[in-house]
C-alpha cells in the first residue's frame, strides 16, 4: 500500500469522527479575495506562507488542484540558523513556512490566500498555533513580489472589515525575506504518518476541511516531494 493510500484511508476514517476543524471558515470557506493577480504571467509561480507547525500546510497545499510543489522549510531568519534544532529555540527570527510552487493559469495567488486563511490555519492565534507556541509558530506571509503584498494585504483588509473570525487578524506580511528548505525528515510528513497522533488531531481535520469548503479545488492524490510507493 502506498504513503498516498495509507493517508487517504486515515482520511476517511477520520472524516467519521466529529473533531473541531483548526479554523472558524472550515465549515463556510471565507469570500474570495475582492483584490487579485490576473494570470498572463510565468507558467509557474511561488508563494510562501507559515501558520504553525508546517507539516499541517504543506498538507494542505500539497492537495490543492494547480500546486505543482509544496516544501517545507523556514523564512524569515538568516541561512545559517535555518536549521530544525535551531528555529525551535525561538531566538532566530525564522517561521516554518512552506513553499508553494503553482501554476497561475490554474490556481490563483489569491485562491491560494483564500485557502491559506479558510483551512490551513487560525490568524487569530498571535504566535502560536493550537499546542504550539513561539514565534517560530507565527502566522506570517512571505510575498514574493510586490504584487502578492498588495493582494494579501488587501485580503486581510478585506476580512477584517467584513469582521470574518471573532477575534482580529494577527497575519503578519515580510516581504524581502528569503526561503530556506527544511530537513529531508520533515516534507512529506502528514502523507507519511497519517496516524500520528499530532498529525490526527491537528493536522488530518485541515484536509478534510479543505476538501468540504473547496471541493472543486481539492485534488485526492497529494503532490509529493519525493516519489515514494
Not at 517545507?72 to 531566538?91: F, H, L, M, P, W
Not at 524581502?176 to 530537513?183: I, M, S
Amino acid at each position: 500500500m502506498s504513503a498516498a493510500t495509507r493517508f487517504a484511508a486515515a482520511l476517511a476514517t477520520l472524516g467519521l469522527l466529529t473533531l473541531t476543524p483548526p479554523t472558524r471558515a472550515a465549515e463556510a470557506p471565507l469570500p474570495p479575495p475582492a483584490v487579485d493577480i490576473p494570470p498572463g504571467g510565468p507558467a509557474q509561480e511561488t508563494a510562501v506562507f507559515a501558520g504553525g507547525c508546517f507539516w499541517g500546510v504543506q498538507g494542505v497545499f500539497q492537495h490543492v488542484k494547480g500546486v505543482s510543489s509544496a516544501v517545507s522549510g523556514y523564512a524569515g531568519g538568516a541561512k545559517e540558523t535555518a536549521q530544525y534544532r535551531i528555529v525551535g529555540s525561538d531566538t532566530t527570527g525564522h517561521a516554518e513556512a512552506v513553499q508553494v510552487t503553482y501554476d497561475p493559469k490554474q490556481v490563483s495567488y489569491g485562491t491560494l490566500l483564500q485557502v491559506f486563511f479558510s483551512v490551513a490555519h487560525d490568524p487569530t492565534e498571535l504566535n502560536r498555533q493550537g499546542p504550539d507556541v513561539g514565534t517560530q509558530y507565527r502566522s506570517a506571509i512571505f510575498p514574493q513580489s510586490p504584487q502578492q503584498a498588495d493582494v494579501a494585504k488587501a485580503y486581510i483588509a478585506q476580512l477584517d472589515k467584513a469582521h470574518a473570525f471573532d477575534a482580529p487578524i494577527v497575519t503578519a506580511i515580510e516581504p524581502g525575506k528569503p526561503f530556506y528548505r527544511g530537513e529531508d525528515y520533515h516534507q512529506d510528513y502528514m502523507t507519511l504518518h497519517p496516524t500520528q497522533p499530532y498529525i490526527v488531531y491537528n493536522d488530518l481535520p485541515k484536509v478534510i476541511a479543505l476538501k468540504k469548503a473547496f471541493p472543486t479545488l481539492y485534488r485526492p492524490d497529494p503532490v509529493l516531494v519525493f516519489a515514494r510507493k
